[in-house]
């Protein structure tokens, strides 16, 4: 995800516990770890792995950092878990006990606040469109991108290159390299398919290009209909600049 989000800005945000507790005492506390419950299927484990997985569920915006980073699950999570004698699971028991550790999670992160690197960026389709609006760039691009394919002593292109060269053109009109973002590979896979990019064929240089401009045009149709977010969140380990200001989670 990081080589599809290398653009975007990142805010540093400081969790000292006030979100989470906010979450915790607010009103959709309870159908959100009600959903949750459903979710992480808890019919063959126990109550405390049961409630590990769900502070996983829980988001930034919500007042809780990652708890996949080793050192938020070693200082904030498990020691939250200490002294906590296990139950036999249950919805109802569940509820209960999870909002007791949560509530010692936000207590750790007051002693111990944690920095958080926040990123989010949403693929909408708007860099395709403004490419396509603009000829003598367009060109200039699919010319770059054609660059290294290898051509057949005729000139030809394998069809199977318009999934490189997309991967190649992807920076310069908003969208993630193949890989970078789960969602996105299944709109662009999606396309893939519907021109059958794998079928073998040899095609000339401006049927190529052609085909390419039109990937790229399913692409910002579908965005444009259902755009894409995406966020990622690190755990900052290093000491930060005096000069950078902190925000808080809920900024």
Not at 162 to 191: C, N, W, Y
Request: charged share 30%.
């Amino acid at each position: 995800m990081a080589a599809g989000l290398k653009r975007d800005p990142i805010v540093i945000l400081r969790m000292d516990g006030e979100d989470l507790l906010e979450f915790i005492n607010g009103p959709s506390y309870e159908a959100e770890m009600v959903s949750i419950f459903s979710q992480i299927g808890c019919e063959d484990a126990s109550l405390r792995d049961c409630i590990t997985k769900a502070l996983e569920k829980l988001t930034v915006d919500q007042g809780m950092p990652p708890s996949s980073d080793s050192w938020v699950m070693r200082n904030i999570v498990e020691p939250a878990l200490e002294s906590w004698d296990d139950k036999p699971v249950s919805q109802e028991t569940f509820l209960e006990e999870s909002k007791k550790v949560a509530k010692r999670v936000a207590q750790n992160l007051k002693e111990e606040p944690v920095i958080v690197a926040h990123s989010e960026n949403t693929f909408d389709g708007s860099g395709i469109k403004r490419l396509l609006c603009n000829k003598f760039e367009l060109d200039k691009l699919l010319n770059v991108g054609l660059e290294n394919v290898p051509k057949d002593r005729n000139g030809k292109i394998s069809k199977e290159y318009l999934r490189v060269v997309l991967d190649v053109v992807a920076p310069s009109v908003g969208l993630p390299q193949i890989g970078a973002v789960e969602q996105m590979d299944k709109v662009v896979a999606d396309v893939l398919n519907r021109i059958d990019v794998d079928d073998g064929k040899m095609i000339k240089e401006d049927e190529f290009k052609k085909l390419l401009t039109e990937i790229m045009g399913s692409i910002m149709l579908q965005l444009e209909g259902n755009p894409i977010s995406v966020s990622s969140n690190s755990v900052v380990h290093e000491p930060l600049p005096s000069s950078l200001s902190l925000l808080q989670a809920s900024t």
